[in-house]
């Protein structure tokens, strides 16, 4: 097992399994199967990335051996690095038809359709992927029709749960097949375990989901002559569908905003999925031609995304909706660790548009998705592995997890707490870490590869400390200054307001170049790069404590 994302952090979920290889143990008789292949939100200190992805670097060293993705379920954590990687490697995925739905469009959008097969599985269906003997488990999450999986080996089991939760009155009556992995478990015995990690310290269980619809509906009945605009992960098909019935059943009609909203609307009601009146649903174009108390809007931007339809109606720049204090805005979902910030930013700017907001804070208008420490419990107590790897979440979730694992009956030494990069191996003697492979971030900023790690670094270097540029033409020969030094910065100081200081770094600029030419008759133009750089940045040091970029722009004549 080779774990090339999603330890120690929140996103990035990616792991490979590789069945075979002989005594040899070089590996190039093992397929591999890629179970998920998702992104991760940038940090607030990644200056400009737009994604984060897995670190395809053993991926494509491999690409002969992959025979294919298995998507647990379709949350972009998960499956949003799919049109990435397909650049890189040509393969199957599998997955439930809303996981492969939800995957297709970001895939269509990239033009890679070409690149793959989209391969729907049924609840509870064992396929045989070349080597591999899988078995695709339904569990209840955040999204319809997750799954875990059960991959069959010759030494035992190696069960991943997936992202899940213990929700006994899911909206579509689909639970977690707890009674098929107690099953397993007493036939086969779970050699290993790989259990979600994101909600392991949080005490109890997880509440479920139908609660938040009673919550929505007191909600709407109180709204009355009031518009009602809700934001939830676009994605998150169960809720969409609680929001619709309480807006229909006060009287409302459902429009849509967002285009990422629009289309997993549609795509839920052609599975089935979502179920909404055709003679309910309208377009966002025509809800000013209702009255307030009529109109129910499902918004995109429950994350504070920047250009979210959700960001650009707090801005007053959504070119649909107009709040007024006439609107309450329901906020039904959670920041992502991470994103609080941005939430925040949107929640501000609905509220100075006058608008009435209500969110998690202050009424139960969200359920997580995850499970909590006492349904991991439960979930560890009907699997009995005999290893346990706690997965997805940050550091501190899988070493609760991994204590959760040890109350659980779990001898310590068969808890693994383990970081991207790991390679275990399982044999007849038990599982060990037998290696690393590469599996640092991948950033995005506009195409993949864009942005390496020196980039990162000087972009924190000029949000933090500014730039100076430093201008001058020199003589060759003479070694005389023939114009400048100019002193620009941004960042630094406010040069308006420092012209005296700007000055004096130009004065010591101009007498270490003087000096130089001194020592050395001829100087290059790279030599003469560094002794500005130096003379501005020892300057800049001494006088303000700070270091800025120094970017020396020297020009011979």
């Given at each position: 097992?080779?774990?090339?994302?999603?330890?120690g952090?929140?996103?990035?979920?990616?792991?490979?399994?590789?069945?075979?290889?002989?005594?040899?143990?070089?590996?190039?008789?093992?397929?591999?199967?890629?179970?998920?292949?998702?992104?991760?939100?940038?940090?607030?200190?990644m200056h400009?990335?737009?994604?984060?992805?897995?670190?395809?670097?053993?991926?494509?060293?491999?690409?002969?051996?992959i025979?294919?993705?298995?998507?647990?379920?379709?949350?972009?954590?998960?499956?949003?690095?799919?049109?990435y990687?397909l650049?890189?490697?040509?393969?199957?995925?599998y997955?439930?038809?809303?996981?492969?739905?939800?995957?297709?469009?970001?895939?269509e959008?990239a033009?890679?359709?070409?690149?793959?097969?989209?391969?729907?599985?049924?609840?509870?269906?064992?396929?045989?992927?070349?080597?591999?003997?899988?078995?695709?488990?339904p569990?209840?999450?955040?999204?319809?029709?997750?799954?875990?999986?059960?991959?069959?080996?010759?030494?035992g089991?190696?069960l991943?749960?997936?992202?899940?939760?213990?929700?006994?009155?899911?909206?579509?009556?689909?639970?977690?097949?707890?009674?098929?992995?107690?099953?397993?478990?007493?036939?086969?015995?779970?050699?290993?375990?790989?259990?979600?990690?994101?909600?392991?310290?949080?005490?109890?269980?997880?509440?479920?989901?139908?609660?938040?619809?009673?919550?929505?509906?007191?909600?709407?009945?109180?709204?009355?002559?009031?518009?009602?605009i809700?934001?939830?992960?676009?994605?998150?098909l169960h809720?969409?569908?609680?929001?619709?019935?309480?807006?229909?059943?006060?009287?409302?009609?459902?429009?849509?905003?967002?285009?990422?909203?629009?289309?997993?609307?549609?795509?839920?009601?052609?599975?089935?999925?979502?179920?909404?009146?055709?003679?309910?649903?309208v377009?966002?174009?025509?809800?000013?031609r209702?009255?307030?108390?009529?109109?129910?809007?499902?918004?995109?931007?429950?994350?504070?995304?920047?250009?979210?339809?959700?960001a650009?109606?707090?801005?007053?720049?959504?070119?649909?909706?107009?709040l007024?204090?006439?609107?309450?805005?329901?906020?039904?979902?959670?920041?992502?660790?991470?994103?609080?910030?941005?939430?925040?930013?949107?929640?501000?700017?609905?509220?100075?548009?006058?608008?009435?907001?209500?969110?998690?804070?202050?009424?139960?208008?969200?359920?997580?998705?995850?499970?909590?420490?006492?349904?991991?419990?439960?979930?560890?107590?009907?699997?009995?592995?005999?290893?346990?790897v706690?997965?997805?979440?940050?550091?501190?979730?899988?070493?609760?997890?991994?204590?959760?694992?040890?109350?659980?009956?779990?001898?310590?030494?068969?808890?693994?707490?383990?970081?991207d990069?790991?390679?275990?191996?399982?044999?007849?003697?038990?599982?060990?870490?037998?290696?690393r492979?590469?599996?640092g971030?991948?950033?995005?900023?506009?195409?993949?590869?864009?942005?390496?790690?020196?980039v990162l670094?000087?972009?924190?270097?000029?949000?933090?400390e500014?730039?100076?540029?430093?201008?001058?033409?020199?003589?060759?020969?003479?070694?005389?200054?023939?114009?400048?030094?100019?002193?620009?910065?941004?960042?630094?100081?406010?040069?308006?307001?420092?012209?005296?200081?700007?000055?004096?770094?130009?004065?010591?600029?101009?007498?270490?170049?003087?000096?130089?030419f001194?020592?050395?008759?001829?100087l290059?133009?790279e030599?003469?790069?560094?002794?500005?750089?130096?003379?501005?940045?020892r300057?800049?040091?001494?006088?303000?404590?700070?270091?800025?970029m120094?970017?020396?722009?020297?020009?011979?004549?």
């Amino acid at each position: 097992m080779v774990f090339l994302g999603g330890l120690g952090e929140i996103g990035r979920n990616c792991m490979a399994i590789e069945l075979g290889g002989g005594p040899s143990g070089d590996g190039a008789d093992r397929s591999i199967l890629l179970i998920d292949c998702g992104l991760m939100f940038p940090d607030p200190d990644m200056h400009g990335i737009d994604l984060v992805l897995p670190d395809f670097t053993y991926l494509r060293e491999n690409a002969s051996r992959i025979v294919a993705v298995v998507a647990t379920h379709g949350h972009e954590d998960h499956v949003g690095a799919l049109q990435y990687l397909l650049r890189e490697i040509s393969v199957p995925i599998y997955g439930s038809a809303l996981t492969l739905g939800l995957a297709r469009n970001r895939i269509e959008e990239a033009g890679l359709l070409g690149r793959t097969e989209l391969r729907p599985v049924l609840d509870g269906e064992r396929v045989t992927i070349g080597p591999f003997d899988i078995e695709f488990i339904p569990v209840t999450h955040s999204v319809p029709h997750a799954h875990a999986v059960a991959v069959h080996t010759g030494q035992g089991v190696i069960l991943h749960t997936g992202d899940f939760k213990l929700d006994l009155t899911p909206v579509d009556g689909r639970r977690t097949d707890l009674a098929r992995i107690g099953e397993i478990a007493k036939r086969e015995g779970v050699r290993v375990l790989l259990c979600d990690s994101t909600n392991a310290e949080s005490a109890g269980h997880a509440p479920s989901e139908t609660n938040v619809g009673s919550v929505l509906r007191s909600i709407f009945a109180e709204c009355k002559g009031r518009r009602v605009i809700t934001a939830s992960f676009a994605s998150h098909l169960h809720r969409i569908q609680q929001i619709a019935d309480a807006a229909i059943e006060s009287g409302r009609v459902v429009a849509t905003l967002g285009m990422s909203i629009r289309k997993n609307v549609q795509l839920g009601i052609d599975l089935g999925i979502i179920h909404i009146p055709a003679s309910k649903l309208v377009d966002i174009e025509d809800i000013d031609r209702l009255a307030p108390g009529e109109v129910c809007v499902i918004s995109t931007g429950s994350q504070g995304e920047p250009m979210s339809a959700l960001a650009l109606l707090a801005r007053g720049e959504n070119k649909f909706v107009k709040l007024s204090d006439h609107d309450t805005v329901i906020l039904s979902s959670h920041a992502i660790p991470g994103n609080e910030s941005n939430v925040n930013r949107v929640l501000d700017g609905l509220l100075r548009a006058g608008a009435q907001v209500v969110h998690s804070g202050v009424r139960d208008v969200h359920a997580t998705g995850h499970a909590q420490a006492d349904d991991i419990k439960t979930y560890l107590s009907i699997a009995q592995p005999d290893w346990f790897v706690p997965v997805h979440g940050e550091y501190r979730h899988l070493v609760a997890n991994a204590e959760l694992g040890v109350t659980m009956g779990v001898p310590r030494d068969r808890v693994l707490v383990c970081s991207d990069g790991d390679v275990l191996r399982i044999d007849r003697a038990g599982v060990e870490v037998a290696g690393r492979v590469p599996a640092g971030y991948l950033y995005v900023d506009g195409i993949v590869g864009d942005v390496g790690m020196g980039v990162l670094r000087d972009r924190k270097i000029l949000a933090s400390e500014g730039v100076v540029v430093v201008v001058v033409t020199v003589d060759a020969k003479s070694g005389a200054i023939v114009t400048g030094p100019e002193i620009i910065t941004r960042g630094w100081v406010y040069a308006p307001e420092a012209e005296d200081l700007l000055d004096e770094c130009a004065e010591n600029v101009r007498e270490a170049i003087h000096q130089a030419f001194k020592d050395q008759d001829t100087l290059d133009i790279e030599n003469l790069q560094r002794v500005v750089r130096r003379a501005a940045g020892r300057f800049v040091s001494d006088r303000t404590r700070r270091r800025p970029m120094i970017v020396p722009v020297v020009m011979e004549t």
